[in-house]
């Protein structure tokens, strides 16, 4: 057990009879017996301040405070720090030293001990002040007016370090709120400083191109623009002059980029296009003479073969130009871009009336492309123009027959009595080379390796040139069947009405278009009965029936819903027949995993039972597509003819069973959208859904993604305080007088919440993703297009801010497409989907609060 000591007893008992000095003497006595005891001596200081001996007070108060801060008790130093300043005027490098230890824990007192620190020192005192200003930098790093006071205040005291770095720093908070100007002071002072700082100087060049002060650039570096071999400061002068139109110049450093950096082939397309604009022929001549010659020495990067692509792209009305292009493509095997330069070729040299290189480039042309259909026009205007026996010749390779020479009138060339495909075809097989045969050949070999899309442009090349050739070819025949394409037979003499034209003109390639375009229509409908209108009215049109109608219903009872397209001068189905027909079309072709056709319904077995509804509606040919949701029968999609009987084509039924398809798919994508929104708990301040929907909603999207192959993109939006402080990371301050900003910000939030789905389409989901962050799920957008959505977003921000003094918040967002392409599932799309948007948003806060940052899908190894 301790021992009391005597002399603490003794003044506690002087001081009940108020005997202060007496009590001073006895707590004296047992400091000297105990000289750690802490508790005495801060006693001991407010009895001498009672006594008002301040001085032996404040050396009492400035003894604890030192062993306060040894400890790193910075609550202690604070109210240390006080008793001293009651007591007198306390010196600066305490009041700083106890800044420091405030800095963490309480950073509004320790700015205020900083002002005071300063006051007492004064202006002259630079030491004191830079020490003060650069602890409140470090307090508010996003401060203007504190970054440019210590950097004053450095310059002045001739610390280069500190002031380079408090200009560095406000040109940093400059940029990113569009004061270039001021960023740009702010830069020109760090050069001024340090002259010789290459850093600073590529600093302030990006500065000035980010103003548009390209001869700045320019001058800054004129004395070493030729010599320095820095590849930042080649590219940004390369950026300057190009900015100014001087191609040539520009020209010369992004070559010597080249070198080390592929990118560097990207600006050199803006070269190209500045020398189209400024008509310099000689000058876009060598720069395409450079690439052929860097694609000849080494071989090319993914970047140059880039470039090469997009200078096809180019509007070139140059022969030489056109020449060096193509002679580029040819060695790059580029052959789809090559085909496209060679047919502007060809047009320049004929319209300049060089019929012999005209017919060259045509003999290019069908190396590259030998099936080309526009090479038999091209051959035909050669006629009488050119060599016959050269003509002859490409006829022949194109499998065009020759026919007796005679000579073309006006012409010193004999004609080369060339025929058509089609004349040819009905010439015979044996009639010469067989082209035919040769596309049939390669349509059985892309198939056979499994490549539809080009087996299927070789099948339509042999239907645009062999019309009708597959109802006699039986091989050809099952080469279409094979490829998934229909063989449309004529029909029968003895057929008892004519079908209808219209629809017998059609090409299968516009009906795969249509039935495309109508899918992507359905696809974007955010309810049932807009599906359902959009699909009668779309296909009604097209197939130019006189009536479309889809019924929704369960086998053996009547339809749910049923939607009618109506041609002009037919008659609307009353109500109860048209129920009657939809509930027994489904019960005929119930099971049957095949349409219900009939081209004359009078003489139908499976309608026997619907003669009397069918007559009253004046139904002369039929069409009853089943819709099925798996094994389940949801209803049928029905195509009526009246009036005149109609054969329906298998193009026609093969188009019917796949949009039959995609209503289904439609529709259950609609009706799982709004079973998640209805079970979705939504957030309670915003009306949105909750975070916990957000990676559900983003997977049934996903799914659709994949079986519809439509994009879907997602974007977060992050709102700040004009300080650019997150609200939560203050609502402890809330109540304070700088809470009203955080208070402020989270009404604007609310009202900001329920107006914004009003700015979306009816498909699109908004999601509540942190407190001060909005997620937006944006269903068949591309990336480019959800990045458009936020110029909406921002307008309603500014909107939904109103005449408020602070005005709208700072809004930073990421954008991100999903991966439509390659072989992963629907949860790993939407892993990297949720990590990238987030990659892109972190992105965006970092190069400024009003940033927008787009990530593209990554590209996927082959």
Not at 119 to 135: H, R
Not at 256 to 283: F, H
Request: aromatic share 6%; with cysteine; hydrophobic share 45%.
């Amino acid at each position: 057990m301790a021992v009391a000591n005597k002399h603490i007893e003794k003044a506690e008992r002087l001081l009940q009879k108020s005997k202060i000095e007496a009590a001073l003497e006895e707590y004296l006595l047992a400091w000297q017996e105990e000289p750690e005891n802490d508790a005495i001596v801060y006693t001991v200081a407010e009895l001498y301040q009672k006594l008002n001996r301040n001085v032996q007070s404040k050396e009492c108060y400035v003894f604890l405070f030192d062993k306060a801060v040894e400890r790193n008790d910075a609550q202690k130093v604070l109210e240390l720090t006080r008793k001293m300043q009651v007591v007198g005027v306390l010196e600066p490098a305490r009041l700083i030293t106890a800044a420091q230890q405030l800095e963490k824990q309480r950073p509004d007192l320790a700015s205020e001990q900083y002002r005071r620190a300063m006051e007492i020192a004064g202006e002259k005192n630079f030491e004191v002040t830079l020490q003060c200003l650069q602890g409140m930098a470090r307090l508010t790093p996003g401060s203007l007016d504190i970054h440019k006071r210590l950097a004053a205040a450095a310059a002045k005291a001739g610390n280069t370090s500190i002031a380079v770095a408090a200009y560095r720093r406000l040109a940093d908070l400059y940029l990113p709120i569009g004061k270039a100007k001021e960023a740009i002071q702010a830069l020109e002072q760090i050069c001024l400083l340090t002259p010789k700082d290459e850093s600073a100087q590529i600093g302030l060049a990006k500065a000035y191109l980010k103003g548009n002060r390209f001869q700045n650039v320019l001058k800054m570096w004129k004395d070493i623009a030729e010599e320095s071999r820095n590849p930042e400061v080649m590219d940004l002068l390369a950026q300057a002059y190009l900015a100014e139109k001087e191609p040539e110049k520009a020209e010369v450093y992004y070559w010597k980029l080249l070198e080390d950096s592929p990118q560097a082939a990207g600006p050199l397309l803006e070269i190209a296009k500045q020398y189209i604009e400024q008509n310099q022929d000689a000058a876009l001549a060598n720069l395409m003479k450079r690439i052929e010659d860097r694609v000849t020495r080494a071989h090319p990067t993914r970047e140059l073969i880039g470039l090469v692509e997009k200078l096809t792209q180019l509007e070139h009305t140059s022969l030489p130009i056109l020449e060096s292009l193509a002679r580029l493509l040819d060695r790059l095997h580029m052959d789809s871009p090559l085909a496209n330069v060679l047919n502007g070729l060809f047009d320049l040299y004929f319209a300049s009336r060089q019929f012999p290189q005209a017919a060259d480039v045509l003999e290019r042309l069908i190396n590259v492309d030998p099936y080309n259909p526009e090479s038999t026009s091209k051959l035909e205007r050669l006629e009488g123009k050119a060599d016959a026996s050269f003509l002859r010749e490409l006829g022949s390779r194109l499998g065009l027959s020759p026919t007796a020479g005679e000579t073309s009138p006006g012409s010193g060339y004999p004609a080369s009595g060339i025929v058509s495909p089609a004349a040819q075809a009905a010439q015979g097989p044996d009639s010469g080379v067989n082209p035919l045969k040769d596309l049939m050949l390669q349509a059985e070999i892309f198939l056979q390796y499994g490549m539809q899309d080009k087996a299927r442009e070789r099948i339509e090349r042999i239907a645009k040139l062999f019309p009708g050739e597959e109802t006699k070819n039986q091989e050809l025949a099952a080469l279409f069947e094979k490829a998934g394409i229909a063989v449309v037979h004529p029909v029968g003499a003895a057929a008892p009405a004519a079908p209808v034209t219209a629809a017998e003109a059609r090409d299968f390639r516009a009906d795969l278009k249509r039935v495309s375009e109508i899918s992507r229509n359905l696809s974007r409908q955010g309810t049932v009965k807009s599906i359902l209108f959009t699909a009668v009215n779309e296909i009604g049109r097209y197939w130019q029936v006189s009536r479309c109608v889809v019924g929704l219903a369960t086998l053996n009872r009547p339809p749910t819903m049923a939607m009618e397209y109506i041609s002009q001068g037919i008659a609307a189905s009353d109500a109860a027949k048209l129920g009657k027909l939809v509930m027994g079309l489904q019960q005929a072709n119930a099971g049957k995993n095949f349409p219900l056709v009939a081209e004359n319904v009078a003489e139908s077995p499976p309608l026997a039972a619907l003669q009397d509804t069918l007559a009253a509606l004046q139904v002369e040919s039929l069409v009853a597509v089943p819709l099925r949701d798996g094994d389940q029968e949801i209803g049928v999609l029905v195509m009526q003819q009246c009036i005149q009987r109609r054969s329906w084509k298998g193009n026609d039924l093969a188009g019917l069973e796949a949009l039959a398809e995609q209503i289904v798919l439609a529709i259950a994508n609609v009706r799982l959208r709004n079973l998640m929104k209805a079970l979705a708990v939504t957030d309670e301040t915003s009306g949105l859904l909750h975070r916990d929907s957000y990676v559900t909603c983003l997977l049934s999207e996903a799914e659709r993604m994949r079986t519809q192959k439509t994009p879907l993109s997602v974007v977060l939006m992050y709102f700040s305080r004009a300080d650019g402080i997150a609200p939560e990371t203050k609502k402890d301050d809330a109540s304070k007088p700088d809470g009203k900003n955080i208070a402020g910000l989270d009404i604007f939030l609310q009202k900001y919440a329920a107006s914004v789905m009003g700015q979306l389409r009816q498909n699109d989901m908004a999601v509540k993703y942190g407190a001060n962050s909005l997620a937006l799920i944006l269903p068949g957008a591309l990336g480019k297009d959800a990045a458009n959505v936020m110029e909406k977003m921002r307008r309603l921000a500014a909107s939904t801010a109103g005449a408020a003094p602070e005005g709208p918040p700072h809004l930073a967002a990421g954008v991100a497409e999903a991966i439509r392409e390659g072989t992963m599932d629907s949860t790993d799309r939407v892993t990297e989907l949720i990590n990238r948007v987030e990659w892109a948003l972190e992105a965006a806060r970092q190069a400024g609060s009003d940033a927008i940052k787009l990530l593209d899908p990554p590209a996927l190894p082959a």
